[in-house]
Each structure stands twice: as C-alpha cells, then as structure tokens.
C-alpha cells in the first residue's frame, strides 16, 4: 500500500536512482552484502526522509536487508515525485509527493507508524515525537531509531533531558563521516545550486548573509565565498563568531546585516532568525532563503504581514512587495532551498550519510542493550564507512607501527 503523485513518472525515478547508484559506491557495497547476510529479515523499518535519489538507495539498501520498508517524506516540498513512484515499483511502500498540506504530511507519517516500525529513521525528528505524543501504543515495537540532521538530534536531546524518550536513538547526524562532509560540503553546494535555480543571479560581488555558523552554514558561507561573495556571518555564539571571524568573514549582528545585505540564508535550527524588524531594514530586491529543516527561521508571517502585495516571478521565487514599496523576494516558502528548490545533497556526500543510516541500522537490528537516550554513532562504524569511501576514491592511508602505537598509549617516554 502507497500513496505516490503518479506511478506513470517512475521512468524518469528509474534513471534518476540509476545515475545515483554509479556515484555512491559505498552505500552499494553495503547493499551487496546485505543482500547475503539478510540483517533485517523479519523487521519492519519505518522511515521519515527527505523522499530524493540518494534516500531512495538507502530504501533499496534496507529492502535488500531483508526488510519490509515503509517511507514518508520529511518535509512537504523535497519530495521527487518521479522517484517516488520508482521505489513503490520497487516494493516499498512510500506516503510521500510534493506539496503535501499539513494535514497530508501528518497522514504520512501515520501510515508510516501503521505498520508498528522496529526501527525508525527521522530527518527532523517528526517521526518519533508523533510516536511519542500520539501513537504510544506503538513504541513497545521499537527497539532503536535513527535521526539524520541536527534539528532533529536537538529534539530528542530535549526529550531525553525531560526523561521522556522512551527507546534509544542514534545521532547519525553527529557522526564524523556525516556532519564533516553532508552538514558542509553537502550543504553548502546544494544551498548554491537552489538558489540559482530558483533566481539565476549572480552571487559574486554581492553582500552574502549567513544565519549561524553550525556546519551546514559554514558549508555555506565557504561556497558562497568561493563564488565571489562578501560573507557576513551573524552568531549568538561568541566562540563560533569569532571562528567565523578567523576564517575571514565579517560578524555583525542580523540588525546590521539587514540593512546592507543582498542575499540572505539561515541555517540555525532555530526560529525567527529573520523577522519583520529585520525585513523592514532591507535593501529593495533582498532575496530570502532557508537552509534549515524547518520553515521557522525566517518569519513568513511578518513578511506577510509587511506586504500590500505578491506575486509568483519564477518557480520557487515569490516576490513581495512592502508597504514602503521596497520589493523582497522569497525563496521556496521559506521551506529548505536546496531540497525544495534543487535536488538537495550531491549523491557522493550522501552517500556516507546514508552508509551511517544504513550500518547503524543493522547496529540496531542487533538488539544492544541500551536505555533510552541519545547515542553517537559508533565510532567503529565512523572509521569504516570513512575506509571505504578512501578505497571507493581510489585512496590508501598509512598505518601505525607497533613502536608508534606503543609511543602514543604509553607516558613514560619523555620528549
């Protein structure tokens, strides 16, 4: 059982996961040998991800296990609706297409939960807190979850803090072979391509505000450097500010930045990073846009609320124009630009991302012994996925000597 926008578009998914298949070598290893040692038969995975080429590997990956997949989208416009359709051919039960209202994503993620999940895969974090608000009947099937991003991480560390998080859930998020490369290369190239798909400007030159400097925005604000940009970089953080500031670029509060910025891009995890007071200070023809999981950071409903009218001037491009007659321009509904705009992550950084979900995954199909709080990801699991990408990039590293091993575990040599 699926609910997909058109089974018809599964041709062009095909080549979609075709393509992605030839550029994420790790991942295919992992699913070659799945496909021998079965880890999940007998196990039902429930996921809630952003429903694109790369995830859909994964779902092949997770079926190939031995597992029955059942797949939502995480976010309502990051849906490819042509993939979608490919992977309900392929047997997996996807509850996903663009442009899905509130009430339809909520739908989704039940369907999701229908199927009494042992293993649950959050980018965001939604799953797990509806299990844990609404459907707690369910939880005694799970066992372990996972979650892929930071907003998420940050909830149910929230949640364990309260001592309310009712199984153990694996930050894949937090791993080195995760953040370090998706948060920022992934990043911050699929938050540059959706933004020149959606307005075709020329970044150099311009003045580039950055919200935050986590590591997706550092992904940013280092590829919008790249392209010629002036970076400005606002924090709360005074020790990622000044790191902002040792890398080169300007810090100033988002007041200051408002009135001289060109392009704006948050990416914090956190609400109102733009808001009206903000907008009200902008330059005519500042463009807003989102690179964080929700569509919380720039304050839509202030934006709304300053405007006399809009008008859609390109696909993912509104135009506002205010009340003083200045004329903004918003990015995908505010919602993720690189997903919603673009096709999100390159598939050669996802897949290390998804080579985490995939391996802690079979971690979890082993049952540890775990009490219910929020777990790194092993770092066992981090080296290898790491090993493998060096050999899939043709790349050897070196090794300890037993006399270097010795060295750096003992204290009694002296300098």
């Excluded at 902002?244 to 948050?266: E, L, N, R, S």
């Excluded at 775990?370 to 790194?376: A, D, I, M, S, T």
């Amino acid at each position: 059982m699926s609910k997909v926008k058109d089974l018809k578009l599964a041709k062009q998914g095909k080549l979609k996961l075709e393509w992605a298949e030839d550029h994420m070598p790790v991942l295919m290893q992992i699913k070659k040998n799945f496909e021998k040692t079965k880890p999940f038969k007998g196990l039902t995975i429930g996921a809630c991800l952003h429903v694109t080429k790369e995830t859909g590997i994964l779902m092949r990956t997770l079926k190939a296990g031995g597992a029955e997949v059942y797949l939502a989208g995480s976010n309502p416009l990051s849906t490819q609706d042509d993939v979608a359709a490919q992977l309900v051919k392929d047997g997996i039960n996807v509850f996903a297409w663009r442009g899905v209202s509130e009430n339809e994503y909520y739908w989704c993620v039940n369907k999701v939960l229908d199927a009494k999940p042992n293993i649950t895969m959050d980018d965001g974090g939604d799953l797990i807190t509806t299990l844990h608000r609404s459907r707690q009947n369910l939880i005694k099937n799970v066992f372990g979850g996972t979650e892929e991003t930071t907003t998420g991480v940050i909830r149910f560390r929230a949640m364990e803090k309260d001592k309310v998080l009712r199984f153990p859930v694996i930050a894949v998020n937090d791993a080195m072979t995760k953040h370090l490369f998706d948060n920022r290369y992934g990043t911050g190239q699929s938050t540059i391509d959706g933004i020149l798909r959606a307005t075709s400007v020329l970044i150099a030159g311009k003045n580039f505000v950055v919200g935050g400097y986590g590591w997706c925005a550092r992904g940013i604000a280092m590829r919008a450097h790249g392209m010629g940009a002036r970076v400005i970089v606002t924090e709360v953080d005074p020790v990622k500010a000044l790191e902002a500031a040792m890398d080169g670029f300007t810090v100033m509060p988002m007041d200051q930045a408002a009135k001289v910025g060109d392009i704006f891009v948050t990416a914090t995890g956190d609400k109102d990073i733009i808001t009206g007071k903000h907008i009200r200070k902008m330059k005519n023809g500042a463009i807003l846009a989102n690179s964080g999981h929700f569509n919380l950071e720039i304050n839509v409903s202030d934006l709304e609320r300053l405007s006399k009218s809009k008008k859609r001037i390109r696909e993912n491009t509104v135009e506002y124009t205010l009340k003083n007659g200045k004329k903004i321009y918003l990015l995908a509904e505010g919602r993720l630009v690189n997903l919603a705009a673009a096709e999100g992550h390159p598939c050669e950084v996802m897949d290390m991302s998804f080579a985490n979900q995939a391996l802690v995954a079979e971690y979890l199909s082993k049952k540890p012994k775990l009490e219910p709080k929020v777990y790194g990801v092993p770092r066992a699991i981090d080296e290898k996925i790491a090993r493998m990408k060096l050999k899939s990039m043709g790349m050897s590293i070196d090794k300890l000597s037993k006399g270097q091993k010795k060295y750096l575990s003992s204290w009694k040599e002296g300098t």
